[in-house]
């Protein structure tokens, strides 16, 4: 049996039916007393404790809540590049290869969570910018991958660029990364502002999306650890996400 990966007490039928037992428990002697003393008939005790907690479940179920049962809802992950610009390369390997590996990482976690998801591609396809970009409208959350580069082939570390309301998130994002590939954090706990990044303003983050930089490929020690790790950092980034929109 697997549990669901989720808090039951934000539904109000749990909650409700909760409230109605711990009033019971101060009106069940009361009517009890009243039944006692012939002031209310017998059936009366049945039918109240009969019904109050079944009835109080019901009602937990009809009401609406919108925030927990968006039907819409979903996160989009998408991968830097695409399968015609691979993006920063270090012998062999391309970036856009290696996010796109790690796009579908994470899109098979929050899969397995019943998380729905938009991507740029499945398998090996890695769209453009432009179609990452459209995927962004709607999301809860969304979230590119790419890896930095840099003639210093000492750099390394991890960061999450992103607007201000969104630091929180790239931060913890940032973290879990890190954590898994036994790396440091870059600005400000690994947020970084989209207004202080040497890339400028990015169409993705300014639509609303975060990008994740997983290392330097310039390195080649972080990029050995990427590829040995990245299901691990993988996992934990849809761990973050999962609770984000949860």
């Given amino acids: 049996m ?4 989720e808090s039951a007490w934000q539904y109000l039928s749990v909650k ?5 037992a711990f009033f019971m428990l101060i009106l069940i002697p009361l009517l009890q007393w009243l039944v006692d003393y012939k002031l209310i008939p017998d059936q009366y005790y049945a039918v109240v404790t009969g019904l109050v907690i079944p009835a109080l479940a019901w009602l937990g179920r009809k009401i ?8 819409n809802s979903f996160v989009t992950v998408t991968a830097g590049h695409s399968n015609v610009d691979p993006g920063a390369i270090n012998g062999k390997f391309k970036e856009a290869e290696l996010v796109t590996k790690f796009r579908n990482a994470v899109a098979h976690y929050l899969k397995e969570e ?9 398998g090996s396809d890695n769209h453009n910018l432009n179609t990452a970009i459209k995927l962004i409208k709607g999301s809860d959350v969304a979230v590119e991958f790419h890896m930095n580069a840099a003639s210093n082939k000492a750099a390394y570390g991890i960061e999450t660029i992103a607007l201000p309301k969104d630091k929180k ?19 400000d706990a690994g947020w970084i502002d989209q ?3 040497a890339r400028g303003k990015l169409g993705f983050i300014s639509n609303g999306g975060l990008i994740v930089e997983l290392g330097f490929i310039s390195n080649d020690a972080e990029l ?10 993988a996992r934990d980034i849809a761990d973050v996400l999962i609770r984000h929109v949860k």
């Fill in 16 to 20: 409700l039916p909760m409230l109605g």
């Fill in 224 to 233: 050995k650890t990427f590829n040995e790790k990245y299901w691990l950092a």
């Fill in 114 to 122: 019943g998380i729905a998801i938009k991507t740029d591609g499945v």
């Fill in 64 to 71: 609406a809540q919108p925030n927990l049962h968006n039907v």
């Fill in 169 to 187: 998130l790239a931060q913890d994002l940032s973290k879990v990364v890190a954590k898994a590939f036994n790396s440091k954090l870059r600005g």
């Fill in 2 to 5: 697997k549990l669901i990966n």
């Fill in 195 to 197: 207004s202080q990044s």
